[in-house]
Each structure stands twice: as structure tokens, then as C-alpha cells.
């Protein structure tokens, strides 16, 4: 066909295609609504975090506090690079660790989180507090050795929860302050990382007169520039390399002011804009549905078209216009959604985090979504059409149990490059492309499962044994028949639950780890910065505590590996899930033995009196994610030092204990002599852990408590928080396969009152004929959700025992649930359906057939 | 010993509400049929004879009058009573057949069989399929049968309980010829071998001498015709 030829054909499709839309969208409805739900989902879910990286990016200077953060752990930055760092900008200086404070009036203490601030902080941003003073006062004023007692600015949570207020002293170590006022907001919060206690500011000077500030304290000096004019960030960490190679410090920068927080967000966004892809999976099942169900109404106007000449390709064509011309309505309907929810969603995120949550114009997810939504309009609809296409005009009369053809090749090769591009898009446009990877194809393989699964439905249906119950009979014939919705709802709501099982079990064997499930051999504190010469001391007066038992001490340092093999870390692949060993400063330790909870798997553990070269003990997990082993070495910057450590052995940890380990441990050789706190644990009964507290608290000041429950709980809301968000998404899954699911059941209603008239004028009773409907639903609806709970389970046991390595915990209530939710929703949709069939009069039907 | 009226009908009328007003399809008629009779029903198209058959079936409800057929005072029963009465007295055989389209050729005829409770549904329906002389396509579904096959599956599940009435609504009209004789030709077979009264509506004056009486239903209101005449001949009011 030439050229022209071919744009005439093409206008006439138009033409035509836009003809036939003058009729409405009515059939195309739950078509519609599959597109709209699944591109919101996408959209929304895209735009919100887009503005929140966005939003982090265009506040880095104040999240970050500068510029430029360089951070040191356990010690400050020495003459020669305080110097280097003046010579880049304006400095300023600020010091974090936890640290108890105690409230005297009340006789409480709790776990803070402290910071120390010079009279520069906050380069940029402002801290916002109220006090009682006059409000023109600055905070530094505030925070200033008046009358001999230095200031503090404190969270509102710390009042509550040491019944104090403004004006009441604090204890912090061994300097007493005065609470001066409230902080409303701190500018650069998001950069510290997760929080223990309430925010405590205090000076630098009030730090020094604590006294907490000791060799090896777990205490962060943070180094924050505003970089002169002429230099740039590129320049001052180009410039940091070579004039100051050997420092370990850590620099951010505030293109990535709060990095924790940005992965975070993209992570999560990453699995959300999945489970949209999967309510769009399953809307797409409802998109074929509805194109199947629309081109079954146009037989007779296909076939006449092809009567008086119209060509296969221009039918195809027609149609293909017309689905593509609704799926981007849908897709136009579907961002508008999404970018709704994203700004509805921003107000309950507002509080919890760190940025402005604005949203705002984001082209990039409103593209992607809307690529989504065309890709699977034309996925799921290329195949009813391509049938309708090749079959012949006298047959079209017949479609209902006609032989099925198969489409043409090239319309078969149209589906593969469609479900391609699909794939490429969800792995291609993310991070995590393994990840991403492994959803994709766990979902495909679920999809198939739940495709022969219906189909094996149907054939077992079909040579079932015919029950002498009617009802019981009918109703399981009624899954074979042609044209039943069984394969349809299989697929579209078993998709949609077992994603919901799925992440359903994950969060609930998580919250369940978290929660409820504390190993009974878990201490019940964490001790930290404990002083080479309290430690005697301390373990005696732990010890001496009734109920208080297994009080365990370590050597504690922080270190950073700057190499691997003499590779610079940054420069090392590593593989996502140890990312972390290699990204900042590591807890580490020195033993002479085998620390308790773990076994060497991989070479020997060195002799107790070992003098040699450093040698070091590396977990197992680590150390296949960065692809190293035996004789291998790891150089580790220790409080400014480098020690370039030969890898003796590996260990094989079992971190679920929660008892004290390391990634790396050193020989006892090695590190001895570094400056080090200790860090310790202690099991404790109910009441002995109130003891234990207050004794420890009020009798070593300098020592930070850790609960592990609270600790355990602030992990737990976390969690919660993102539960929520997941599950929220999961159910758009849901709705778009209850969507299809109505659908589907309403395609048949013509049918339904058909077979219910005929029924009745064979002599049903409308009890008989509401028993089979009855019984037609829970089976379909039963088999479904067993099969949901199924893969559900499978994936989720999965992910829990082979990814996350954790102990499986079987919860039967919530696949329990699952199944009852699945039968309620199909019976009450499908009997929804089918109840005007049953109240239909026979002789109205019969005489307008 | 004079034979029991096995349908008797009694002043019926029907009036349907439309949107120019109401209209009367019946005009109190009264008649009765005995049973083991074959009774042929003719008039022209929208005389009322589909809907006489309608209210004989309990498928249609009576404005006024009485319909008592094989001893059911149809106008007291329920719509569920009614198809326990259709399950248990009646077959019916549609001018379009009225199979239900996805259930097979056998599953069709076992329908009223598998109401009645009977376990022995599918082998007596399989039976009657092979009487119409379909034993070999009990799994082909509706689509895949000719008019002629399709009629005679409707057939078999309308006598296929053995009912005491059969009714047949213009049996022939989508079927040619011979065909449509074939299909005459096993309803009388059917009616000889169980003594079914039949009655029959038909535009087709042959096929309506082949019955014991034949009436004539003209603007909702019957009259008897003399058997050899008819419908020539003018009848008188019954």
C-alpha cells in the first residue's frame, strides 16, 4: 500500500474511531476506572516523592547546616585541618551525641539527644524556640553561662516526660543547666538521622563543663561550611583529597543534604510506584474485559463493516484508536487523581517530615504514569482486538463458543514488545534495578500462576462429577461455561490479594520481631560510652542488683573503611545490602575469643596471645556483598588513624539475639592501645529494670541508657508509618480488582437474567436459582483467595526467611481474614449482580426476545 | 365416561399497560382443553395467542378470571408455586427455542430433570436426546447446532419429565419445511406414546388440522372451528 494510501486508511480509522465514541463511554466505564485507579496510584505516588526530594534539594543548605558538612566521630578536627577548613569558608562547630539527662526537682532521667552549637549555628536556616524572656532574645543568649548556670533549649516531649518546665534545671553529666526555652523548629534535624530522645541544645562551652567529652566517647564533631564565593562544592572535596587525604572525615554536601532521608523516600517510593504498577496489572485485566465485552457488542456493526469492505487492519485500527483514545482520558483522569492524593497525602506527612512537603509540578511521574497507563490499555486490549480482527464476518454471529483464533504473529509480537517496554520501564526508571527485578518477575510468575490456575478452575469444573444437588451442580458448571467470569476474577482479585497477603504477612512478621516477639534472651539495656575506669565499677554495681544477670561488656571505637585491597572504598562495588558497611563510621571492637553469639565459618580464629600483624574478624554476609575473603585486606580509619588489617576469619552472626556484635572485629593487639569507651548490656526482669536504671543513671551520669524496648518502639513506628503507606497502596490493588471483578459480573448480567427466566420457566423455584448464584460466588471466591493465600504466603516467607533472614512467624488471622474478605467481596458483588435476575418476570423477558 | 378438563379457563382477560394507554390482549375468554387432547391455537400475529399459552404455563398472570390447569387454580399460586407447578405439570416448546446458550445440548435437557430432583438426570436426558435424534451432539452447545437441532434439544427438555401438558409456540416458525415437519412429526410421536395433552399454536392451517380441535383466537377472544374447515370456517363462541 503506498504512502498515501496508508494516511487515508489511518484518517479514515479516525474518522470512524471518533464516530463510534459519539456513542459514550458507557461499557467502558470499569475500563475507565481500572486506568484512573492504577495511574493515580503511579502518579501519586511519583509526585509526592519527587516534591520531597525536591524539597530536600532545594532546602540542602539548611537541612545540612552548610554548604558543607564534614564530619569526624570521637575526635575533632586537628590545627592543620581546622586551618585547611577556615581557608574554604566560614566554619561553624557543633557536637552531637546521647547523653542522659536527669531533671533533679523530679529525680527522672532519660535518654537525649544532644547538641552542641557554637555562636555561629545555624549558618543557615533559624532555629525557632519560645521562652519566657523577652522574644527578641537570641537563642545563643539563651544558651549563655548566666549566673553561673549554662542555658539548654529543649524539646516539648522532654518537659512531659521529665515533669519539668521552663526554668528547672537539667542535669547533663556533671553540669547542672537551666531549661530556658522550647525548640519549635530545628533547621537542620533531617541530617542527625533516627532520634532516641528528645533534642537537647546546649553550647559548646556547656559541653566542655559536662564533662562527657572523654577518649573515645561516641561523640560527633560536625564541621559545617559556608563556602566562599569562589569555591565550589566540587572544588572543596577535589581540594579535601589531595591536601587532606589521611583525615576520615566524612563529607556531605548539600546537593544531598539529608542522604538517609532522600534513599529513604526513593526506596519507598521505588516499592510503592511497584504496587501501583500492580493495581495497573490488574486493571488491565478489567481493560481487556472491557474491550472483549465492547467488541462482542459490535459484532454486527464489524461485520457489516466488513460486508461492505472495510479491511481487518482498518477494524483493528478503528478499535485500537478508540482504546487509546479512552486510555488517555483515563490517563489524564488518573494524574489529575494522583496528584490529588499526593497533596492530600502531604498534609499527613507535614509533621513527619523533615521538609515542606509542597507539591509540586512534577513532569517526570505525570510522563511515567501516563506511559504506564497507555502501555497497558494497549497490552491488555491488542488481544480481544487482534481476535476480533481475524475473525470472518459469518462467524462474528457465533463468538460465544466459536473456536478461539489465535491473532497474527505480528499482533502476538505487538503483546511481547508492549509487556517489554513495560518491564523495561518498572526496572529501567528505578534505583534498585534488582529489586525492581525481582517484583517484576515474582509478579509475572503470579500472574501465570493465577492464569493456569483459572483455567485449571474451569477444566476441573467441566469434568467435575455431576452432584445430585441442582444448585451445587449448576453452580459448578457455571464456572466452566463460556464466557463465565472465573478466569477473569481469579486473576484480577487473586492478584490483587495476594499482594495483600503478601505485605500483609511481610509488616506483620516485622511488627511482630519488633513488637511482640523480643528474644527472651535479649538485654534489656544498652549501655554506652562507658570509661576505661568506670568499667570495674560500673559491672560491680550492675551486678550487685537483684534481678539484673548476663551483664556483658565490649571495647567500643568507631571506624570507617577507607579501603578495601588498597582500593579506595569509593571506588569498591559492593552489593546493595551492605552498602551500609562501607558508607560512614562502623562500630568496631577488639577480643581475644570468639565473641558469643557467633561461629567462624571461614578460617581461624587467632591465638589469645596473638602479637602479629593486625588481623581482623569480618561477618560472613559482608563479606561475600563486597566480594572479598581470607588474606584480603581492609584498611579502617580508627580516630584519624589508618590500620590496614589482614581478614583472618568470617563470622557467621545471629544478629537476632540483639546481643552485642560487630561487623569487624580486630585482634586484641591492634586497638588495645587507641583511645575506647565500652559498651555493655544487661538482662533485667520487669522490676529490676527500674532499678537497674535509676542506680546506673544517678551513680555514672556520663553513661547513656538505652532501652531496648523504647528503642525497639521507635523502630516499630517507624515501621507502622510505612506499613500504613504500603497497605494503603496495596489496596488500590484490591479496589482495581474488585473493580474488575464487578466488571466482569456485570458483563454477564444479561446473561445471568437469561439463564434465570429460562430457569424459571423449567420450573425453578427463585430459591433454587439464588442457591446456585449463592454457591457459584463462594466457590469462586473461596478457590481464590486459597490460591491468594497461597502465593501470598510463598512470597512472603520468602522475603522473610531467604531476603530479610529472619524467623518466620506464621499469623493464620490475617490469611484468614484474607479468604473471609475475598468470599464476602465476590459474593456481594456477584449476588449484587445477579439479584435483579432473580426478581425478573419470565413473560416480559420472553416476549422481548 | 366423559373425560376431566385438564385446562379450564374461565372469563380470562389480560390488559398490559403501554404508553398509549391500556391494552386489552384477552377478552374474558373461557375454554377448556381434556386431557390426552391435541388442541391446535391459530389466529393472526398479535391475537393473543402467545399470551394464552403464557397464562395456560402460569408464565403470564391474569387480569381477571380463572385459569385451573391439572388441578392448580393458577391465579392463587406464588411465583415460586408456579414453577414448581411448570416443573412438575408442563413442558413448553418456543418458536426461538429459548436454550440457554453456554450450557450443552445434554445440560439443557437435564435442566427440569435436575429440578425435579431426579438422580437419574443426565442418563434420561441423554435417552431423550437420542429420541430426537441427537444422541450424538449432547455436548455441542446451542451455537454450534442448526434451528432444526436446536428446536428438537428444546424438545426433549420439554418432555423429557413427562409432563402432562405440552405447549408449543409456534415450533415451526424458524425452521424450514421439512424440518419443521420432522419437528411435528416427534411432538405427535411423543404425544401417542404418553398421552401428553398438546396444544399447539401455529399459523401453519395444516399443521393445525392435525389436532383434535383447533381454536381460533382473534382480537383476544376464541372461537372453535370445525377441524376440517378450519380456519376457513366460522366457528361459534365456546
Given at each position: 500500500m503506498s504512502s498515501q494510501a496508508g494516511s487515508e486508511t489511518f484518517s479514515l480509522a479516525v474518522k470512524y474511531a471518533f464516530r463510534e465514541l459519539r456513542g459514550g463511554l458507557k461499557g467502558f466505564r470499569i475500563f475507565v476506572a481500572c486506568l484512573v485507579l492504577g495511574v493515580a496510584a503511579i502518579a501519586g505516588v511519583g509526585t509526592l516523592s519527587s516534591s520531597i526530594s525536591e524539597g530536600l534539594r532545594a532546602n540542602g543548605r539548611v537541612i545540612l547546616g552548610g554548604d558543607v558538612d564534614v564530619r569526624l566521630t570521637s575526635r575533632f578536627a586537628s590545627a592543620d585541618e581546622q586551618h585547611w577548613l577556615r581557608s574554604k569558608g566560614q566554619v561553624s562547630e557543633i557536637q552531637v551525641l546521647r547523653a542522659m539527662v536527669g531533671a533533679p526537682a523530679s529525680d527522672q532521667r532519660l535518654l537525649s539527644e544532644l547538641k552542641a552549637v557554637d555562636s555561629l549555628y545555624p549558618l543557615f536556616g533559624s532555629l525557632e524556640q519560645s521562652s519566657s524572656q523577652n522574644p527578641d532574645t537570641s537563642f545563643q543568649a539563651l544558651l549563655a553561662n548566666d549566673k553561673g548556670d549554662f542555658g539548654a533549649l529543649v524539646e516539648p516531649t522532654l518537659l512531659d516526660r521529665l515533669e519539668v518546665k521552663i526554668g528547672d534545671s537539667l542535669k547533663i553529666g556533671g553540669l547542672r543547666l537551666e531549661i530556658r526555652g522550647v525548640i519549635s523548629s530545628e533547621p537542620d534535624k533531617a541530617s542527625q538521622g533516627m532520634s532516641l530522645g528528645p533534642r537537647v541544645i546546649i553550647s559548646s562551652s556547656a559541653l566542655q563543663a559536662t564533662g562527657l567529652v572523654q577518649p573515645g566517647s561516641l561523640l560527633r564533631y560536625h564541621y559545617r561550611l559556608a563556602l566562599n564565593t569562589q569555591t565550589t562544592i566540587a572544588d572543596f572535596r577535589e581540594d579535601a583529597k589531595l591536601s587532606m587525604p589521611d583525615a576520615g572525615w566524612r563529607i556531605t554536601d548539600s546537593s544531598n543534604g539529608a542522604p538517609g532521608i532522600k534513599r529513604f523516600v526513593e526506596r519507598v517510593a521505588m516499592f510503592l510506584t511497584l504496587v501501583g504498577l500492580t493495581a495497573l496489572i490488574v486493571g488491565g485485566v478489567g481493560v481487556g474485559n472491557a474491550v472483549h465485552a465492547y467488541l462482542d457488542g459490535k459484532i454486527s456493526t464489524i461485520a457489516t463493516m466488513k460486508c461492505l469492505g472495510a479491511s481487518s487492519g482498518l477494524i483493528f485500527r478503528i478499535h485500537y484508536l478508540q482504546v487509546l483514545v479512552l486510555a488517555f482520558l483515563g490517563s489524564i483522569a488518573g494524574l489529575i487523581l494522583g496528584v490529588g492524593l499526593a497533596i492530600i497525602a502531604s498534609q499527613f506527612l507535614a509533621s513527619a517530615l523533615p521538609v515542606p512537603a509542597i507539591v509540586t509540578f512534577q513532569a517526570g511521574p505525570l510522563v511515567l504514569a501516563t506511559a504506564y497507563g497507555l502501555l497497558t490499555a494497549t497490552l491488555f486490549a491488542i488481544w480481544p482486538l487482534a481476535r476480533a480482527r481475524e475473525t470472518p464476518a459469518a462467524s462474528l454471529f457465533r463468538d460465544v463458543v466459536a473456536k478461539r483464533r489465535w491473532p497474527r504473529p505480528f499482533y502476538l509480537a505487538l503483546v511481547l514488545v508492549t509487556f517489554a517496554a513495560l518491564v523495561a520501564l518498572a526496572i529501567l526508571t528505578v534505583e534498585e534495578k534488582v529489586f525492581a527485578a525481582g517484583f517484576?518477575?515474582?509478579?509475572?510468575?503470579?500472574?501465570?500462576?493465577?492464569?493456569?490456575?483459572?483455567?485449571?478452575?474451569?477444566?476441573?469444573?467441566?469434568?467435575?462429577?455431576?452432584?445430585?444437588?441442582?444448585?451445587?451442580?449448576?453452580?459448578?458448571?457455571?464456572?466452566?461455561?463460556?464466557?463465565?467470569?472465573?478466569?477473569?476474577?481469579?486473576?484480577?482479585?487473586?492478584?490483587?490479594?495476594?499482594?495483600?497477603?503478601?505485605?500483609?504477612?511481610?509488616?506483620?512478621?516485622?511488627?511482630?520481631?519488633?513488637?511482640?516477639?523480643?528474644?527472651?534472651?535479649?538485654?534489656?539495656?544498652?549501655?554506652?560510652?562507658?570509661?576505661?575506669?568506670?568499667?570495674?565499677?560500673?559491672?560491680?554495681?550492675?551486678?550487685?542488683?537483684?534481678?539484673?544477670?548476663?551483664?556483658?561488656?565490649?571495647?567500643?571505637?568507631?571506624?570507617?573503611?577507607?579501603?578495601?585491597?588498597?582500593?579506595?572504598?569509593?571506588?569498591?562495588?559492593?552489593?546493595?545490602?551492605?552498602?551500609?558497611?562501607?558508607?560512614?563510621?562502623?562500630?568496631?571492637?577488639?577480643?581475644?575469643?570468639?565473641?558469643?553469639?557467633?561461629?567462624?565459618?571461614?578460617?581461624?580464629?587467632?591465638?589469645?596471645?596473638?602479637?602479629?600483624?593486625?588481623?581482623?574478624?569480618?561477618?560472613?554476609?559482608?563479606?561475600?556483598?563486597?566480594?572479598?575473603?581470607?588474606?584480603?585486606?581492609?584498611?579502617?580509619?580508627?580516630?584519624?588513624?589508618?590500620?590496614?588489617?589482614?581478614?583472618?576469619?568470617?563470622?557467621?552472626?545471629?544478629?537476632?539475639?540483639?546481643?552485642?556484635?560487630?561487623?569487624?572485629?580486630?585482634?586484641?593487639?591492634?586497638?588495645?592501645?587507641?583511645?575506647?569507651?565500652?559498651?555493655?548490656?544487661?538482662?533485667?526482669?520487669?522490676?529490676?529494670?527500674?532499678?537497674?536504671?535509676?542506680?546506673?543513671?544517678?551513680?555514672?551520669?556520663?553513661?547513656?541508657?538505652?532501652?531496648?524496648?523504647?528503642?525497639?518502639?521507635?523502630?516499630?513506628?517507624?515501621?507502622?508509618?510505612?506499613?500504613?503507606?504500603?497497605?494503603?497502596?496495596?489496596?488500590?490493588?484490591?479496589?482495581?480488582?474488585?473493580?474488575?471483578?464487578?466488571?466482569?459480573?456485570?458483563?454477564?448480567?444479561?446473561?445471568?437474567?437469561?439463564?434465570?427466566?429460562?430457569?424459571?420457566?423449567?420450573?425453578?423455584?427463585?430459591?433454587?436459582?439464588?442457591?446456585?448464584?449463592?454457591?457459584?460466588?463462594?466457590?469462586?471466591?473461596?478457590?481464590?483467595?486459597?490460591?491468594?493465600?497461597?502465593?501470598?504466603?510463598?512470597?512472603?516467607?520468602?522475603?522473610?526467611?531467604?531476603?530479610?533472614?529472619?524467623?518466620?512467624?506464621?499469623?493464620?488471622?490475617?490469611?484468614?481474614?484474607?479468604?473471609?474478605?475475598?468470599?464476602?467481596?465476590?459474593?456481594?458483588?456477584?449476588?449484587?449482580?445477579?439479584?435483579?435476575?432473580?426478581?425478573?418476570?419470565?413473560?416480559?423477558?420472553?416476549?422481548?426476545? | 365416561m366423559p373425560q376431566s378438563p385438564i385446562v379450564n379457563l374461565k372469563s380470562v382477560s389480560l390488559t398490559l399497560k403501554s404508553d398509549a394507554g391500556p391494552v386489552n390482549i384477552l377478552r374474558g375468554i373461557d375454554m377448556s382443553i381434556n386431557a390426552g387432547e391435541t388442541v391446535g391455537i391459530v389466529g393472526p400475529s398479535g391475537s393473543g395467542k402467545s399470551t394464552l399459552m403464557s397464562i395456560m404455563a402460569g408464565l403470564e398472570r391474569p387480569s381477571g378470571g380463572q385459569v385451573s390447569v391439572a388441578g392448580?387454580?393458577?391465579?392463587?399460586?406464588?411465583?415460586?408455586?408456579?414453577?414448581?407447578?411448570?416443573?412438575?405439570?408442563?413442558?413448553?416448546?418456543?418458536?426461538?427455542?429459548?436454550?440457554?446458550?453456554?450450557?450443552?445440548?445434554?445440560?439443557?435437557?437435564?435442566?427440569?430433570?435436575?429440578?425435579?430432583?431426579?438422580?437419574?438426570?443426565?442418563?434420561?436426558?441423554?435417552?431423550?436426546?437420542?429420541?430426537?435424534?441427537?444422541?450424538?451432539?449432547?455436548?455441542?452447545?446451542?451455537?454450534?447446532?442448526?434451528?432444526?437441532?436446536?428446536?428438537?434439544?428444546?424438545?426433549?427438555?420439554?418432555?423429557?419429565?413427562?409432563?402432562?401438558?405440552?405447549?408449543?409456540?409456534?415450533p415451526t416458525g424458524n425452521l424450514d419445511g421439512a424440518t419443521g415437519e420432522l419437528i411435528i412429526d416427534l411432538m405427535f410421536q411423543l404425544h401417542d406414546a404418553h398421552d401428553t395433552t398438546l396444544v399447539l399454536i401455529t399459523h401453519d392451517d395444516e399443521l393445525a388440522r392435525k389436532c383434535d380441535r383447533v381454536i381460533r383466537v382473534e382480537d383476544g377472544r376464541v372461537t372453535e372451528l370445525d377441524r376440517q374447515d378450519a380456519p376457513e370456517l366460522e366457528g361459534h363462541e365456546l
Amino acid at each position: 500500500m503506498s504512502s498515501q494510501a496508508g494516511s487515508e486508511t489511518f484518517s479514515l480509522a479516525v474518522k470512524y474511531a471518533f464516530r463510534e465514541l459519539r456513542g459514550g463511554l458507557k461499557g467502558f466505564r470499569i475500563f475507565v476506572a481500572c486506568l484512573v485507579l492504577g495511574v493515580a496510584a503511579i502518579a501519586g505516588v511519583g509526585t509526592l516523592s519527587s516534591s520531597i526530594s525536591e524539597g530536600l534539594r532545594a532546602n540542602g543548605r539548611v537541612i545540612l547546616g552548610g554548604d558543607v558538612d564534614v564530619r569526624l566521630t570521637s575526635r575533632f578536627a586537628s590545627a592543620d585541618e581546622q586551618h585547611w577548613l577556615r581557608s574554604k569558608g566560614q566554619v561553624s562547630e557543633i557536637q552531637v551525641l546521647r547523653a542522659m539527662v536527669g531533671a533533679p526537682a523530679s529525680d527522672q532521667r532519660l535518654l537525649s539527644e544532644l547538641k552542641a552549637v557554637d555562636s555561629l549555628y545555624p549558618l543557615f536556616g533559624s532555629l525557632e524556640q519560645s521562652s519566657s524572656q523577652n522574644p527578641d532574645t537570641s537563642f545563643q543568649a539563651l544558651l549563655a553561662n548566666d549566673k553561673g548556670d549554662f542555658g539548654a533549649l529543649v524539646e516539648p516531649t522532654l518537659l512531659d516526660r521529665l515533669e519539668v518546665k521552663i526554668g528547672d534545671s537539667l542535669k547533663i553529666g556533671g553540669l547542672r543547666l537551666e531549661i530556658r526555652g522550647v525548640i519549635s523548629s530545628e533547621p537542620d534535624k533531617a541530617s542527625q538521622g533516627m532520634s532516641l530522645g528528645p533534642r537537647v541544645i546546649i553550647s559548646s562551652s556547656a559541653l566542655q563543663a559536662t564533662g562527657l567529652v572523654q577518649p573515645g566517647s561516641l561523640l560527633r564533631y560536625h564541621y559545617r561550611l559556608a563556602l566562599n564565593t569562589q569555591t565550589t562544592i566540587a572544588d572543596f572535596r577535589e581540594d579535601a583529597k589531595l591536601s587532606m587525604p589521611d583525615a576520615g572525615w566524612r563529607i556531605t554536601d548539600s546537593s544531598n543534604g539529608a542522604p538517609g532521608i532522600k534513599r529513604f523516600v526513593e526506596r519507598v517510593a521505588m516499592f510503592l510506584t511497584l504496587v501501583g504498577l500492580t493495581a495497573l496489572i490488574v486493571g488491565g485485566v478489567g481493560v481487556g474485559n472491557a474491550v472483549h465485552a465492547y467488541l462482542d457488542g459490535k459484532i454486527s456493526t464489524i461485520a457489516t463493516m466488513k460486508c461492505l469492505g472495510a479491511s481487518s487492519g482498518l477494524i483493528f485500527r478503528i478499535h485500537y484508536l478508540q482504546v487509546l483514545v479512552l486510555a488517555f482520558l483515563g490517563s489524564i483522569a488518573g494524574l489529575i487523581l494522583g496528584v490529588g492524593l499526593a497533596i492530600i497525602a502531604s498534609q499527613f506527612l507535614a509533621s513527619a517530615l523533615p521538609v515542606p512537603a509542597i507539591v509540586t509540578f512534577q513532569a517526570g511521574p505525570l510522563v511515567l504514569a501516563t506511559a504506564y497507563g497507555l502501555l497497558t490499555a494497549t497490552l491488555f486490549a491488542i488481544w480481544p482486538l487482534a481476535r476480533a480482527r481475524e475473525t470472518p464476518a459469518a462467524s462474528l454471529f457465533r463468538d460465544v463458543v466459536a473456536k478461539r483464533r489465535w491473532p497474527r504473529p505480528f499482533y502476538l509480537a505487538l503483546v511481547l514488545v508492549t509487556f517489554a517496554a513495560l518491564v523495561a520501564l518498572a526496572i529501567l526508571t528505578v534505583e534498585e534495578k534488582v529489586f525492581a527485578a525481582g517484583f517484576v518477575v515474582a509478579a509475572i510468575a503470579i500472574f501465570f500462576v493465577l492464569l493456569l490456575m483459572g483455567y485449571l478452575i474451569q477444566l476441573g469444573a467441566k469434568y467435575a462429577p455431576k452432584f445430585r444437588i441442582p444448585a451445587l451442580r449448576l453452580a459448578i458448571a457455571n464456572l466452566h461455561r463460556p464466557g463465565a467470569a472465573t478466569a477473569s476474577v481469579v486473576l484480577s482479585m487473586g492478584l490483587g490479594l495476594t499482594l495483600f497477603v503478601t505485605v500483609a504477612l511481610i509488616e506483620g512478621n516485622l511488627r511482630e520481631q519488633v513488637q511482640d516477639q523480643l528474644p527472651e534472651n535479649a538485654p534489656a539495656f544498652f549501655f554506652i560510652d562507658i570509661q576505661n575506669n568506670q568499667l570495674p565499677d560500673f559491672v560491680g554495681t550492675a551486678q550487685k542488683i537483684e534481678g539484673v544477670s548476663d551483664v556483658n561488656h565490649v571495647p567500643n571505637l568507631r571506624g570507617r573503611i577507607v579501603k578495601v585491597n588498597g582500593i579506595p572504598a569509593a571506588q569498591v562495588n559492593v552489593a546493595s545490602d551492605v552498602k551500609w558497611v562501607l558508607r560512614g563510621d562502623r562500630g568496631l571492637t577488639y577480643a581475644k575469643e570468639i565473641p558469643v553469639n557467633a561461629t567462624v565459618v571461614e578460617g581461624k580464629w587467632w591465638p589469645e596471645d596473638y602479637q602479629g600483624a593486625p588481623l581482623i574478624s569480618l561477618d560472613q554476609g559482608a563479606a561475600v556483598g563486597m566480594g572479598i575473603g581470607i588474606g584480603d585486606t581492609l584498611t579502617v580509619n580508627v580516630m584519624g588513624r589508618e590500620v590496614t588489617a589482614t581478614i583472618a576469619n568470617l563470622r557467621e552472626i545471629d544478629w537476632s539475639t540483639l546481643a552485642i556484635n560487630f561487623v569487624m572485629v580486630f585482634d586484641e593487639n591492634t586497638l588495645a592501645g587507641a583511645p575506647h569507651s565500652h559498651l555493655a548490656t544487661a538482662k533485667a526482669g520487669t522490676d529490676a529494670e527500674v532499678r537497674l536504671f535509676r542506680t546506673i543513671t544517678k551513680a555514672f551520669p556520663n553513661i547513656s541508657v538505652i532501652r531496648m524496648k523504647e528503642a525497639l518502639q521507635t523502630v516499630s513506628k517507624i515501621l507502622e508509618q510505612l506499613s500504613s503507606a504500603v497497605t494503603a497502596t496495596a489496596s488500590i490493588t484490591l479496589v482495581a480488582g474488585v473493580l474488575v471483578l464487578a466488571g466482569a459480573f456485570a458483563a454477564g448480567h444479561r446473561k445471568r437474567v437469561y439463564d434465570a427466566v429460562i430457569l424459571k420457566v423449567l420450573g425453578a423455584t427463585r430459591r433454587d436459582i439464588f442457591k446456585t448464584f449463592l454457591l457459584e460466588y463462594a466457590i469462586l471466591g473461596l478457590i481464590t483467595s486459597l490460591i491468594a493465600a497461597g502465593a501470598g504466603w510463598l512470597a512472603a516467607h520468602t522475603v522473610i526467611t531467604e531476603i530479610l533472614e529472619a524467623k518466620w512467624i506464621n499469623l493464620p488471622y490475617t490469611v484468614l481474614g484474607t479468604i473471609v474478605i475475598s468470599v464476602c467481596v465476590t459474593l456481594l458483588f456477584g449476588l449484587l449482580g445477579s439479584w435483579r435476575a432473580l426478581g425478573e418476570k419470565v413473560a416480559p423477558v420472553l416476549r422481548s426476545d | 365416561m366423559p373425560q376431566s378438563p385438564i385446562v379450564n379457563l374461565k372469563s380470562v382477560s389480560l390488559t398490559l399497560k403501554s404508553d398509549a394507554g391500556p391494552v386489552n390482549i384477552l377478552r374474558g375468554i373461557d375454554m377448556s382443553i381434556n386431557a390426552g387432547e391435541t388442541v391446535g391455537i391459530v389466529g393472526p400475529s398479535g391475537s393473543g395467542k402467545s399470551t394464552l399459552m403464557s397464562i395456560m404455563a402460569g408464565l403470564e398472570r391474569p387480569s381477571g378470571g380463572q385459569v385451573s390447569v391439572a388441578g392448580n387454580s393458577l391465579e392463587t399460586l406464588s411465583e415460586d408455586d408456579l414453577a414448581r407447578f411448570r416443573r412438575d405439570n408442563v413442558g413448553i416448546v418456543f418458536q426461538s427455542f429459548h436454550l440457554i446458550p453456554t450450557m450443552t445440548a445434554l445440560e439443557n435437557v437435564a435442566i427440569p430433570l435436575e429440578l425435579s430432583g431426579r438422580a437419574d438426570a443426565f442418563a434420561v436426558a441423554a435417552e431423550k436426546l437420542k429420541s430426537v435424534g441427537l444422541g450424538e451432539r449432547s455436548s455441542h452447545y446451542p451455537s454450534q447446532l442448526s434451528g432444526g437441532e436446536q428446536q428438537r434439544v428444546a424438545l426433549a427438555r420439554a418432555v423429557c419429565t413427562e409432563p402432562k401438558i405440552l405447549l408449543a409456540d409456534e415450533p415451526t416458525g424458524n425452521l424450514d419445511g421439512a424440518t419443521g415437519e420432522l419437528i411435528i412429526d416427534l411432538m405427535f410421536q411423543l404425544h401417542d406414546a404418553h398421552d401428553t395433552t398438546l396444544v399447539l399454536i401455529t399459523h401453519d392451517d395444516e399443521l393445525a388440522r392435525k389436532c383434535d380441535r383447533v381454536i381460533r383466537v382473534e382480537d383476544g377472544r376464541v372461537t372453535e372451528l370445525d377441524r376440517q374447515d378450519a380456519p376457513e370456517l366460522e366457528g361459534h363462541e365456546l
